[in-house]
Every structure is written in structure tokens, then in C-alpha cells.
């Protein structure tokens, strides 16, 4: 099997670039790199390596917005017999805050950006498709645990657009229902390390979510973690999330495959998280012990745009993919550690 990875190179797709290699399934990563260091791919080659794997991994350093660099990834490949099966498309933006600043370039990148690969991949009749969406689309609600059919109602920009990508799968799969094949998954807060503490998460500039800071304040590049508020409806008055390991999240895009690969077409909206919230007392008390690290933090005021709680509800993944999280808070914890003490300064 051979898959597009889009955005291969980034947090989430270094991770799951790993787990298809050492699966056996050849990989073609097509990476910007404007969020991500090159670095990655010399990190996954020394870890299949150390293996002694034998594995395909092609880089095309490319732009999903680039319509011919995506045909002539298909084309290429039809030409030397070895035709993309599937994509994973996670090439995007991905911050609230830049994309109030920056609406319309988040509405290329993301959403004219998944335009054109749709429609590379009908002109090449590839036809399966693992999408990364958000579970920012469900908005400023605090009904949990969140289901599928939770009300959609996106609160910033960078939300609408995952929500007008899922729109486009919609009316595509309508206009030919035995055609496509598309899971769209809804990831909660991808958090942790591959535990080689080879690859990791490595933010540029200040982290805006709570682990990437929180790890960054236990290796002295940041003074204090600010709480955002400890006045919220909640057991400790903090805010509640739903923190899933980034090694199941990556394997529930290999369960998406398994699952695309065992049937005909379908439109499948799965939520992706570890199912269990946790606050942010919880998550600085469970890394406080778990690493022996102290962390000091300061009581701010709310941040915008946050809600009390948001977790999953995670029955369909389960019933439909097969799959559960199997990795704790506290492998969480020392994994995101791990990664964070052997790389302080992330890639560079
Ligand atoms: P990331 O920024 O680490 O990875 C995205 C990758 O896409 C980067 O390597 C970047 O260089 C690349 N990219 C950006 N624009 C591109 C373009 N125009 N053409 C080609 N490549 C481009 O982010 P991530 O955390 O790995 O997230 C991956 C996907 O998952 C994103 O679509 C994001 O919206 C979605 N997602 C992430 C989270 C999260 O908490 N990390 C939560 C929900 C959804
Ligand atoms: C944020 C985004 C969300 C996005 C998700 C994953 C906002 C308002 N929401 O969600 O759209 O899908 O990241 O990328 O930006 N916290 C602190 N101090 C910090 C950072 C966070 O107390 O320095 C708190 C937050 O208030 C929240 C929890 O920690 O209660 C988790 O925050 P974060 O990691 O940013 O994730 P989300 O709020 O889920």
C-alpha cells in the first residue's frame, strides 16, 4: 500500500509517518515545511534505521495550495506503478489566534488547499481519504461528553474552515454515494511524544496550549505557567480537556485505513480523543509527580474562547475502527518529558 501524507512532517503526521513505515506501507510526504523542520525526516530515517527496517519514504517539498505539485504526485506515481491508495491529509494552519488576524489565508490554505487535492485525486481516481479536523468546530458548548452529533458551531476562523472542509466532503460524497471513501476525524488535544524521544512537538515561538508550555516551563524556557482562569464550573474551578496520547492518535489513522480498506464508500465523522477530561490542576499535579519537576504558575484571568469543559465521547471510533486509547496521563507525561529533556530547544 502507498499513502499521501499531507503535512507529513508536522507534530501529528511525524507521528503517524513512523507508525505507516514500520508497518511496511511506503509513504509520500508533501510538507511545506512553514510549520515544521526538515529535521523530522532525518529523525524518522534514524529511527527505522536503528531498526533495521527496511521502508519507502518519499519527501516532496511542496504546497497543497500548488495544484500542479499535487498531480504530478499522482501522475508520477500512476507512471511508475505504484499509485497512491490512500491520502491523510493534515496540511494546514492550525491557530486560533493568527487565524482571527489572518482569516482569508486560512481559508486558502485550508480550505482552497483541500479544494484542489480533491480534486487531484478524482482527476487520478484516488478516492480514499483520512481528513484531520477539529473538535473546535463544536464551539463554545460545555455538553459533554461530545458525540458526533453534537451541535457544530464554530467560534474562530480557523474552526469554520474545518467545518466548510467537512461541508465539501458532504455534498462530494452526495453527488456519487458509491464513489468515496472519506473518514474525518475529530481530534481532541494531541498531546506526549513518540517515546524514542525522537520526535515530539516543537511550536515556534511562545506554545498557545497547555502541554508544549507546561514542558517548556519544566526545561527553564519558560518562567511560569499561566492558568487561565480558576473560577470555571468545574471541580477545581480549571478548565477541563480531553489530553489523548499522539502514538493513539496516530494509530487511530491506521485503523481509518484498515476500516476505508474493509468496505465500499463511506462519510464517516469520528471524534478522536482519549474520552476522560482532565484538569489543569490535574494535568500540572500528574506531571509534577510522574517527572519529579516543579512547576510554578500564576492565576490569570479566562482566555478568550475557552470553555469550561470539552471531552469526548469516543463510542463510535471504538465501535466502528475497532480502536481505543490505550496510554495513560501519566505516559503522557513522561513521554512529552522524555522528548522535551533530549531536545530542549525542539529540532533546531
Ligand atoms: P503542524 O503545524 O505541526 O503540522 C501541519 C504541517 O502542514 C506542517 O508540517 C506544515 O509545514 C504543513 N503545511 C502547512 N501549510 C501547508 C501547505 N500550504 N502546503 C503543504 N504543507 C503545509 O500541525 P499538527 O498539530 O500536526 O496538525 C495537523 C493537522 O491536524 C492540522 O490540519 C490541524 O488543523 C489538525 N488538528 C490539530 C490539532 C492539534 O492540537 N495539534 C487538533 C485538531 C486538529
Ligand atoms: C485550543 C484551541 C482550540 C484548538 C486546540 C488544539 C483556543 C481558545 N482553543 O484548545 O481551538 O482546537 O487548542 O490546538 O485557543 N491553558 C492554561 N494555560 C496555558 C494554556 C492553556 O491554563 O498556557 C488552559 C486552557 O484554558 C484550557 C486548557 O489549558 O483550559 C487546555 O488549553 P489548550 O491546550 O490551549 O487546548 P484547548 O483549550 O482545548
Known amino acids: 500500500m502507498r499513502v499521501l501524507l499531507t503535512g507529513g512532517s508536522g507534530f501529528i503526521g511525524s507521528h503517524i509517518a513512523l507508525l505507516l513505515l514500520e508497518r511496511g506501507i511506503d509513504v509520500v510526504i508533501l510538507d511545506s515545511f512553514t510549520n515544521s523542520s526538515p529535521n523530522v525526516i532525518n529523525r524518522i530515517n534514524t529511527y527505522l534505521d536503528n531498526k533495521y527496517l527496511k521502508y519507502k519514504l518519499e519527501i516532496i517539498n511542496g504546497d497543497i ?14 507512471k511508475a506503478h505504484k499509485s497512491i491508495d490512500i491520502v491523510i491529509h493534515l496540511a494546514g494552519l492550525k491557530s486560533v489566534s493568527e487565524s482571527v488576524v489572518n482569516p482569508l489565508l486560512y481559508w486558502d490554505v485550508n480550505v482552497l488547499g483541500t479544494l484542489n487535492l480533491l480534486l487531484s485525486m478524482k482527476e487520478y481516481e484516488c478516492f480514499s481519504l ?16 461530545m458525540a458526533e452529533d453534537h451541535n457544530i458551531s464554530p467560534i474562530n476562523p480557523y474552526g469554520k474552515t474545518k467545518v466548510a472542509i467537512e461541508s465539501m466532503f458532504y455534498d462530494l460524497c452526495n453527488s456519487n454515494i458509491n464513489l468515496w471513501k472519506i473518514c474525518s476525524l475529530r481530534y481532541f488535544n494531541p498531546v506526549g511524544a513518540h517515546p524514542s524521544g525522537l520526535i515530539g512537538e516543537d511550536p515556534i515561538g511562545i506554545p498557545n496550549n497547555l502541554f508544549p508550555f507546561l514542558t517548556q516551563v519544566a526545561i527553564g524556557r519558560q518562567k511560569t505557567l499561566k492558568i487561565f482562569g480558576d473560577d470555571w464550573d468545574t471541580e477545581d474551578g480549571s478548565g477541563i480537556r480531553d489530553y489523548i496520547h499522539i502514538i493513539d492518535l496516530a494509530e487511530g489513522h491506521l485503523a481509518s485505513i ?9 462519510l464517516e465523522f469520528i471524534n478522536l480523543g482519549s474520552g476522560k477530561g482532565y484538569s489543569v490542576f490535574q494535568i500540572i499535579n500528574q506531571f509534577e509527580s510522574s517527572t519529579g519537576c516543579q512547576i510554578p504558575f500564576s492565576i490569570e484571568s479566562r ?10 465521547d469516543i463510542s ?7 480502536w481505543s486509547p490505550k496510554r495513560s496521563l ?15 530547544n525542539g529540532y533546531s
Open 316 to 322: 463510535k471510533a471504538k465501535t466502528l475502527l475497532g
Open 303 to 312: 482566555r478568550d474562547g475557552d470553555v469550561a469543559k470539552c471531552y469526548a
Open 258 to 266: 484498515d476500516y476505508l480498506n474493509s468496505i465500499d464508500s463511506c
Open 130 to 145: 483520512v481528513f484531520s479536523s477539529s473538535a473546535t468546530i463544536y464551539g463554545l458548548s460545555d455538553l459533554v461528553p
Open 65 to 78: 495550495r500548488d495544484k500542479k505539485t499535487l498531480d504530478k504526485i499522482f501522475f508520477d506515481s500512476i
Open 330 to 344: 501519566e505516559e503522557i507525561c513522561l513521554d512529552g518529558w522524555n522528548w522535551q529533556m533530549k531536545n530542549p
